[in-house]
């Protein structure tokens, strides 16, 4: 499964930036999907995961009530709305597929690239 992310973005604080990850030559509505996001001289770290057909969401406490997770199966898209953004929200932000743990990085056995993603205070 090959994940392509969406070109992130600069943004000032409070702001916000929408990323979506879709699959090239594969449907993601077989998947669960999480994206992750790794800060400089940090371990990459979970943000949010949906399960495979959009019932159940997850979400790091950091980002809970300002980033929400979705699926458009049809599109074979998942995305992630990042609100009222933060300085420490800056990082790559990874999108994943089929997970065996949702909320950790071991649990992902497909990767995206990963896109930027950059908050300015």
């Known amino acids: 499964v090959h994940l392509l992310s969406s070109v992130g973005g600069s943004v000032q604080a409070g702001g916000s930036l929408r990323l979506s990850c879709s699959a090239s030559g594969s449907t993601l509505s077989a998947y669960g999907m999480g994206w992750f996001r790794q800060a400089p001289g940090k371990e990459r770290e979970f943000v949010a995961a949906?399960?495979?057909?959009?019932?159940?969401?997850y979400y790091a406490d950091s980002v809970k009530g300002r980033f929400t997770i979705s699926r458009d199966n049809t599109k074979n898209t998942v995305a992630l709305q990042m609100n009222s953004l933060k300085p420490e929200d800056t990082a790559g932000y990874f999108c994943a597929a089929n997970p065996s743990d949702y909320r950790r990085l071991r649990g992902y056995d497909y990767w995206g690239k990963g896109t930027q993603v950059t908050v300015s205070s």
């Open positions: 949906i399960s495979w057909g959009g019932v159940s969401t």
